[in-house]
Structure formats: structure tokens, C-alpha cells
């Protein structure tokens, strides 16, 4: 780490009209006093949910420990082999029906994941769930940030109506529950994240931002004399490290610019509003190139992102399923319709393999952001087939500030709550709790 006696505050932003771009951690934030010092923990956090369960043959490897090889469903993985944990065995029983309860495992899949609690069966307004991990997280470490925390989907997503048997659309179309009875509503629109992470917090004038957009001219040229004024102040890393940060930036609002273009000239889909790209692959890495930038700028540390709701009939023509996922995921035993469930299984881990790689190949001090963030990635869900709440699918990936050994398959015994792992992964995050939801201790195999 290259350091000079100038030392800049670690919540520097650029500004300029309709523009404020929070920046990097760069090597002038850091006082000479503590630069040696090696943050450890986690500092941030991020779950990836799938709907409507996995394959859980092509997902669970056979052996267990470190011999373990990864799994079909696994395989876009293995760059990521060293930081990787595969958990079977965990189970969301909260998600099961209780009496007279009877369907609405989707809704009770997603509504319980991150919550550990058994959910109301209501249509209604009168919801009842339990606060998720994510914002129990979120309370303590985005007491530092402008957001406490994302959430990001890749679907529309009604939080009013039935969607699922007599449960609420917000049981199924969020996982981020801020309060038992506040479902935290998710974004699927990459201009409309774009905005609220570099659109100016202190101005409220989208005349000057949608005039901005239709001269072709980037967020970025309202803070050009903010880039060349502290510019001068850098060393060459810190420059070099700014000015990959801000083309990352300029990249992202190009792929935005096209989707948007090509919106307009294309007949507007009803469940898709507009700027956002048709393709799933084209979108997800639109998606989580936004929450890399958020977690290089430092303006969020928790995120959750829904690759699809649950129910989700999300068809996959450019992998060649143009079924809907959820009728395919009830594929009674037809191969044919198992392989196109695989297929899409698949499909998803490659985009989170996308954002893995993202996060391992940009800077964060001394090391990358993977090396500090904790991934979890899973599904409420195993067997969609039979609405299965056991054994679930389920990993996490990174480094947690050196807090989480990788390269293994753990198996925990039958009717260990998921909930465990919740409780494991606050510690981890600085949020150290007697208890979660139904759970019934920490799982202790995950520290070093």
C-alpha cells in the first residue's frame, strides 16, 4: 500500500448538478497510523435468492469436506473453489403448513427464508412475518453508509394481491423484511437503482436528470471539475484505482442508455417497465455490476437480490427452455422437463459466478471486495416437485475479512434449522445473537 502524509476522509463524494458519486476506498483514506492494521470481519453482506427450488441431484456433491467435488449445477463455481462452503442438510420447517394452513409453500418458502418464522396466511394488509437477518444486519452496519441496505430483483413484483394460494404477493415477491409487518419492496429497474446510488441526494430536480439523459451526456460530466480537484491531491494508485472506479461507473450508464434505446423500439412488455434489457444473462450482470459499485463506493454493505419470485413462470429461451420455470419445476418425474429445470438452475449459478468474479477482481484496500464480503446464495425451497422445505439448497461464498473457512461441504444432521446459519453468518457480521427465529445454536464448523 502506497501511502503519503495527505489523508483524505473516508466519506469523500464528488458533486456536480443532478451528481453525487461517493468514492472507492483508496490508499489516502487510510491514516499512515493504521496502515498496518488489517480490518477484520465481514463488512458486507449480500443473499441471492432462487425460486421455485433446485435439482437437488445435479446440486448436493457426494462427498463431503474438502475432497468434495463440485456438483453439475456447481460447476460455473470452481474459480471460486477457496472461498466457497456448500451447507446440506439445513432445513426451513417454519415453511411447512400448519393445520388447515393447507398450499402456499412458495409464499411460506420465501417469506420464511431469512425471517425463521412462520408466516400469516392472509391476502390482505395484515401481514405477519418476522424482521429478516439481512436488515437485523443491516441496522448495525448501515449506520455508516447512505444506505442501510438493496434490494434488487429481476422480476416485477407486486406487494399487493394473492399470489400464491391465499397468501399475500408480498410473501413471495421479497425476502427483505424490515419488521414482521414491513416487507422491504424490491427494485428490478438498473436505471432506477442507478439513480437512487449516483442521482444527488440533495436535489430532487429529475427535470435536470432527465434532461441530462436525452443530451446523451453522462452522470459523470457534472462532476468533472470534482474528478480533476481531488485528482490532484492523489497519488498515481489512487488516481489509477479512481479513474477504473468512474469508467465502471460510465460503463454501467452506457448499458443502461442501450436497454433504454432499445425499449423504445421495440413493442413495451406490461411485466417489464421500460430500460429494463430482455435478456435474463444482459440484465443480471447489469444488476449486480450496480451493487459491486455500491459496495466499492461504500454506499451500502447489505443487499438481498431475488433471481426470480417465487411462482416465478419466467421462461429462458436464450438457454433453450421456453417453458415456464414454475410448471417445469412440478416435473412429476418427466426428464424432459427436469433437464430444463437443471438447465435454469445452472443458468443462475453462472450469473452469480458473474458477480463473484466481479467482486474478486476489484480493488478494496490491500485486497478485493470478495475477500471482505459474505454471499450467501440458497432457495426456501429444495424439491420444487414436492414443495420440499428440507434440506435445502444452500452455500456461502467469499471471505468474510479472513472470518469463514472455503473449500468445503459440510452435511449437518436431519432437522438442523437454516436458522443456524443466520445466526452464524450475524456473528460473523459483527450482529452477535443469543438466538434467531427457530434456531437452536450457531454452527460452529464455519469459523477457521
Not at 413471495?172 to 439513480?195: C, G, H, K, Q, Y
Not at 458473474?354 to 424439491?383: E, H, N, Q, V
Request: aromatic share 6%.
Amino acid at each position: 500500500m502506497f501511502l503519503s502524509n495527505k489523508t483524505l476522509p473516508r466519506r469523500t463524494f464528488l458533486r456536480g448538478l443532478g451528481a453525487t458519486v461517493a468514492l472507492p476506498l483508496l490508499d489516502g483514506m487510510v491514516p499512515a497510523l493504521r496502515a498496518a492494521i488489517r480490518l477484520d470481519g465481514a463488512r458486507r453482506f449480500a443473499v441471492v435468492y432462487v425460486p421455485n427450488g433446485v435439482i437437488m441431484d445435479r446440486w448436493t456433491p457426494t462427498a463431503e469436506g474438502a475432497a468434495f467435488e463440485l456438483s453439475p449445477t456447481l460447476q460455473p463455481l470452481e474459480p471460486f473453489r477457496d472461498r466457497l462452503t456448500v451447507l446440506s442438510g439445513l432445513d426451513n420447517q417454519v415453511a411447512n403448513p400448519r393445520p388447515n394452513e393447507g398450499a402456499g409453500d412458495h409464499a411460506r418458502a420465501a417469506g420464511t427464508f431469512l425471517t425463521g418464522v412462520h408466516v400469516k396466511k392472509t391476502e390482505g394488509t395484515d401481514l405477519q412475518a418476522g424482521t429478516s437477518m439481512d436488515q437485523l444486519a443491516a441496522r448495525e452496519l448501515g449506520k455508516a453508509t447512505q444506505l442501510s441496505s438493496l434490494e434488487l430483483t429481476m422480476e416485477y413484483t407486486e406487494m399487493l394481491g394473492a399470489c400464491d394460494a391465499g397468501y399475500s404477493c408480498a410473501y413471495s415477491n421479497t425476502i427483505a423484511w424490515r419488521t414482521p409487518t414491513t416487507p422491504l419492496p424490491m427494485e428490478m429497474d438498473p436505471r432506477a437503482v442507478f439513480e437512487r446510488l449516483f442521482g444527488d441526494g440533495d436535489s430532487t430536480d429529475a427535470a435536470t436528470r432527465a434532461a441530462r439523459v436525452k443530451e446523451d451526456r453522462s452522470i459523470l460530466d457534472a462532476i468533472v471539475e470534482d474528478v480533476a480537484r481531488i485528482g490532484r491531491s492523489l497519488g498515481s494508485r489512487d488516481r489509477a484505482k479512481l479513474d477504473q472506479y468512474l469508467e465502471a461507473i460510465r460503463d454501467v450508464e452506457r448499458r443502461i442508455r442501450r436497454a433504454e434505446e432499445q425499449s423504445t423500439r421495440e413493442m413495451p412488455v406490461v411485466s417489464r417497465p421500460a430500460g429494463v434489457p430482455e435478456s435474463f444473462e444482459v440484465h443480471a450482470q447489469l444488476m449486480f455490476d450496480l451493487l459491486a459499485l455500491a459496495y466499492q463506493a461504500d454506499l451500502t454493505r447489505v443487499a438481498t437480490f431475488m433471481m426470480g419470485h417465487e411462482v416465478s413462470s419466467r421462461a429462458y429461451p436464450e438457454i433453450g427452455v421456453a417453458d415456464a420455470h414454475h410448471p417445469i419445476s412440478h416435473h412429476q418425474g418427466d426428464r424432459s422437463k427436469i433437464e430444463k429445470c437443471a438447465k435454469v438452475n445452472l443458468f443462475h449459478m453462472q450469473s452469480f459466478a458473474y458477480f463473484l468474479d466481479k467482486l474478486r477482481s476489484t480493488p478494496d484496500g490491500d485486497g478485493a471486495l470478495l475477500d471482505s464480503s459474505l454471499i450467501l446464495y440458497g432457495s426456501g425451497m429444495s424439491d420444487g416437485n414436492l414443495h420440499a422445505h428440507l434440506d435445502l439448497p444452500v452455500l456461502v461464498a467469499g471471505g468474510a475479512g479472513g472470518r469463514l473457512k472455503g473449500g468445503r461441504h459440510l452435511r449437518y444432521p436431519k432437522g438442523t434449522p437454516v436458522a443456524n446459519l443466520h445466526l452464524t453468518l450475524l456473528d460473523k457480521l459483527g450482529v452477535p445473537m443469543d438466538a434467531f427465529g427457530d434456531s437452536t445454536g450457531s454452527l460452529t464448523e464455519l469459523s477457521l
